[in-house]
């Protein structure tokens, strides 16, 4: 069953987390890195182990690089949060890291988590060096400038805008902001493989769009105590989403519609690729 193995998944990916702490100096802002990769899915760690298992890679050789992209993912989080960008006080059920400390020691441990997920990316179990160093180069491009953060740009500057963001330029900002992340998850066992990454990308961009789709249909319908954060914000600050611009069923239409081409460009790998499958349709019924 799904839930079982991204479960499974998890508790191994945060075990790794774990261990990639362990030897750090007992300092608050450690404890605050701890804190803030606490809970959540780890879908996109489940990623990167589903995509290399389809290329023979066992599970022990792609593990730091599933916990690297959580950890990547757990720093935009941190930052996401703080006052000066979306000034949250709750995610995954708990205080944010800013509200339990400070918002330098926030900053700090989210710089920390950044440099944590290159770190992990240079762990030799990932293979040779110059797997290594793709690896690195895609996380790179997929968390900065030209990926997540020009995202996280572009939903702050739309903000302050003289008019909500078309349905163009709302798909053109979660490409970034959501997507990216999710496509260097989708292709990482393709790039310590040396594989074509061409199939994984299409199947990437349909589902992390998918995905952001639900995660606004959710910020409408969801239950607070389920997903763990404030909902409704969105709608409250006047803020351009998929329900905004198509409305709730054709934003619900839309998002089967794009599970079904996620599965379309797995054809490739044939049953070998139903576990990722099994993520697409998760991706769109997930309470949180």
Not at 125 to 143: D, F, I, N, T
Not at 245 to 271: F, H, N, S
């Amino acid at each position: 069953m799904f839930p079982e193995r991204l479960a499974q998944a998890a508790e191994e990916i945060g075990g790794a987390l774990e261990a990639a702490l362990a030897g750090k100096a007992d300092q608050p802002v450690v404890e605050a890195m701890r804190y803030a990769l606490r809970g959540g899915k780890r879908l996109r760690g489940f990623l990167v182990l589903e995509s290399a298992a389809l290329h023979g890679i066992s599970r022990a050789a792609a593990l730091p690089a599933a916990a690297a992209v959580e950890a990547l993912h757990a720093y935009s989080l941190v930052h996401d949060d703080l006052p000066c960008m979306d000034d949250d006080d709750l995610r995954r059920g708990q205080p944010t890291v800013h509200v339990r400390w400070d918002e330098a020691t926030a900053v700090l441990a989210g710089d920390a988590l950044q440099t944590l997920a290159f770190e992990l990316c240079c762990d030799p179990v990932l293979g040779p060096a110059e797997r290594r160093v793709a690896l690195v180069a895609a996380l790179a491009k997929a968390s900065g400038a030209e990926g997540m953060v020009l995202g996280q740009a572009l939903d702050i500057a739309a903000e302050s805008a003289a008019a909500p963001l078309t349905l163009e330029e709302i798909t053109a900002l979660q490409a970034g902001k959501t997507g990216a992340l999710i496509g260097f998850a989708a292709e990482a066992g393709a790039i310590l493989a040396g594989a074509d990454r061409l199939p994984l990308r299409a199947y990437a961009e349909a589902f992390g769009l998918a995905f952001q789709i639900a995660d606004d249909i959710l910020d409408v319908e969801g239950d607070p105590e389920a997903a763990g954060k404030r909902l409704g914000k969105d709608a409250g600050a006047g803020k351009a989403t998929f329900v905004s611009l198509l409305g709730l069923e054709r934003a619900k239409a839309r998002a089967k519609d794009l599970v079904t081409m996620a599965e379309l460009a797995l054809a490739p790998y044939g049953a070998a690729a139903e576990t990722l499958r099994d993520a697409a349709r998760f991706a769109i019924a997930r309470q949180s």
